[in-house]
């Protein structure tokens, strides 16, 4: 079986050299030749490219599933790749561009390593991010406002929607738009999620209403990988990420709680 990564970037950067990985410049139809020198750009044939304001990386998952013809597809981040690596947590973060690009990029997930993996496995996840004092949904509506995912849920089918109704009441899910997944699956995931995004953008708009934040359509997809294994009952292994550069957790958990503590003086005002 052949396997193919691709690595999501909206700018030039150090990617690992493998056969596994594909660089795919994302909203490359905003950017010169010149800047996407590289990468293939996700602008060409059946293409939601010029989305991307409001896709971010989905651009990228969009082009791969209509032209790339890989036993097995993956995508991850310019930033953020799967690793099969025991010794090192999922965040651990090196500064310096020498130290990044030659001590965190040969620790990344190799062909052999996916080969290996793949034989038992139809679908792999980044190990999920544990929101802990919040449910997937509250830490989407106080970092995005509810009314995107909201939306989306009223698009939903009902055996969709009572998968998404637990997922969201959960504390911890599989984030980053981030999976390696046979093509078959990439095909049936991918037809379901794009129609659900295509609706809730001609309900909200490209870059969302007011009320949302950019890059919204990316956000909600983040969630509705999720809600679309559990709706299936399909299996999944999950293995660790690995960031290219030093990742600011207190500064991500002060923002939590800050979020969080905004939220409830806005419900105490709203009953006074």
């Excluded at 030039?12 to 660089?23: A, G, I, S, T, W």
């Excluded at 044939?45 to 896709?55: E, K």
């Excluded at 620790?107 to 496995?121: G, Q, R």
């Amino acid at each position: 079986m052949r396997t193919v990564i691709a690595v999501a970037a909206h700018k030039r950067y150090p990617v690992r050299e493998d056969k596994l990985y594909l660089p795919v410049m994302a909203g490359s139809v905003f950017m010169t030749s010149e800047e996407t020198s590289g990468y293939l750009r996700d602008d060409s044939g059946d293409n939601i490219s010029d989305r991307n304001p409001g896709y971010s990386e989905l651009t990228a998952i969009y082009w791969m599933w209509k032209h790339c013809d890989a036993d097995n597809i993956g995508i991850c981040h310019y930033r953020r790749y799967f690793t099969v690596k025991s010794f090192l947590r999922r965040s651990i973060s090196f500064a310096g561009i020498s130290k990044r690009s030659n001590g965190k990029l040969n620790a990344v997930l190799t062909y052999d390593e996916a080969d290996e993996l793949l034989k038992d496995n139809r679908i792999i996840l980044p190990a999920p991010r544990n929101y802990f004092i919040e449910t997937n949904y509250s830490q989407f509506a106080h970092a995005h406002g509810a009314e995107a995912l909201d939306e989306a849920r009223s698009i939903l089918e009902t055996e969709y929607r009572d998968a998404f109704d637990r997922r969201m009441s959960m504390t911890s899910g599989h984030r980053f738009n981030m999976f390696i997944m046979r093509k078959s699956l990439m095909d049936e995931y991918c037809t379901w999620l794009f129609g659900v995004l295509f609706e809730l953008e001609r309900r909200l708009g490209l870059n969302g209403s007011q009320a949302c934040s950019d890059r919204i359509y990316g956000f909600v997809a983040e969630r509705l990988l999720d809600v679309w294994i559990d709706a299936k009952g399909y299996e999944y292994y999950e293995i660790p990420w690995i960031f290219m550069e030093r990742e600011h957790n207190i500064r991500k958990i002060t923002g939590l709680i800050i979020r969080k503590l905004r939220a409830a003086q806005g419900k105490r005002r709203k009953k006074l």
